[in-house]
């Protein structure tokens, strides 16, 4: 049974007990993951109808990417998983100094994933294949480079979002370390690290569809 103190530091005076408080917490995320999953859905049905309506174009879009880069960064968010798992684990086991040792290793693979995207987007940049005024784009074969700009559009769209995503769980790392070095988290309570946890393993997730969705599929077909 969680001591009194514990009790007392955590509990929200609208819950009963922590484990309704834990509980509904869970819930609430498992809840706010749903909407996301509508919300990514929606962007992976325009690129599955995009993508049939502008085959040739999306097979010339598919072989701009940097697969090598893409490779490394699914590689770092499944570590990542990994050591958001054992922070999760630890914080369980109410041991604080091993549980800020594998979040900050999670802050410093998501960091290392977002780094790599910047030098993408950097690239991309350079080589004017950011749709706007400036778009260009070098083809040969049957398709209308302005239908290759969708493609982009979409990429920089689902891309961007999942980024945004990164940088919003960096901050939830970073706010889990404050309250790990305060000793808020014990054996009792670790809520927050589990929650975070869940929310960052479907930020990964989603990763691992948009890889293969931009980088993988079509990638050796010729327009």
């Given at each position: 049974?969680?001591?009194?103190?514990?009790?007392?530091?955590?509990?929200?005076?609208?819950?009963?007990?922590?484990?309704?408080?834990?509980?509904?917490?869970?819930?609430?995320?498992?809840?706010?993951?749903?909407?996301?999953?509508?919300?990514?859905?929606?962007?992976f049905v325009?690129?599955?109808?995009?993508?049939?309506?502008?085959?040739?174009?999306?097979?010339?879009?598919?072989?701009?990417?940097?697969?090598?880069?893409?490779?490394?960064?699914?590689?770092?968010?499944?570590?990542?998983?990994?050591?958001?798992?054992?922070?999760?684990?630890?914080?369980?086991?109410?041991?604080?100094?091993?549980?800020?040792?594998?979040l900050i290793?999670?802050?410093?693979?998501?960091?290392?994933?977002?780094?790599?995207?910047?030098?993408?987007?950097?690239?991309?940049?350079?080589?004017?294949?950011?749709?706007?005024?400036?778009?260009?784009?070098?083809?040969?074969?049957?398709?209308?480079?302005?239908?290759?700009?969708?493609?982009?559009?979409?990429?920089?769209?689902?891309?961007?979002?999942?980024?945004?995503?990164?940088?919003?769980?960096?901050?939830?790392?970073?706010?889990?370390?404050?309250?790990?070095?305060?000793?808020?988290?014990?054996?009792?309570?670790?809520?927050?690290?589990?929650?975070?946890?869940?929310?960052?393993?479907?930020?990964?997730?989603?990763?691992?569809?948009?890889?293969?969705?931009?980088?993988?599929?079509?990638?050796?077909?010729?327009?």
């Amino acid at each position: 049974m969680p001591d009194s103190e514990t009790v007392s530091n955590n509990l929200k005076h609208h819950f009963a007990n922590l484990e309704q408080q834990t509980a509904t917490s869970k819930f609430g995320m498992w809840l706010f993951l749903a909407t996301e999953v509508m919300f990514f859905g929606g962007m992976f049905v325009s690129y599955l109808v995009y993508r049939l309506s502008y085959y040739n174009a999306w097979v010339a879009g598919s072989q701009t990417m940097e697969i090598t880069l893409g490779a490394t960064n699914t590689a770092v968010l499944i570590c990542s998983s990994l050591t958001m798992v054992m922070a999760v684990h630890f914080a369980k086991l109410g041991k604080r100094k091993l549980t800020a040792i594998f979040l900050i290793a999670t802050l410093v693979l998501g960091m290392t994933f977002l780094g790599i995207k910047g030098v993408e987007y950097y690239k991309h940049w350079v080589h004017h294949e950011v749709p706007g005024p400036n778009f260009h784009f070098e083809h040969e074969g049957n398709f209308d480079p302005r239908h290759v700009s969708i493609f982009f559009t979409l990429y920089f769209a689902m891309t961007g979002m999942h980024a945004l995503h990164m940088v919003i769980g960096v901050g939830l790392l970073s706010w889990l370390l404050i309250l790990n070095a305060l000793e808020r988290f014990s054996a009792e309570y670790n809520s927050p690290v589990e929650i975070v946890g869940l929310y960052w393993h479907f930020v990964d997730v989603i990763w691992i569809y948009l890889f293969p969705l931009l980088y993988l599929i079509s990638h050796r077909h010729t327009g």
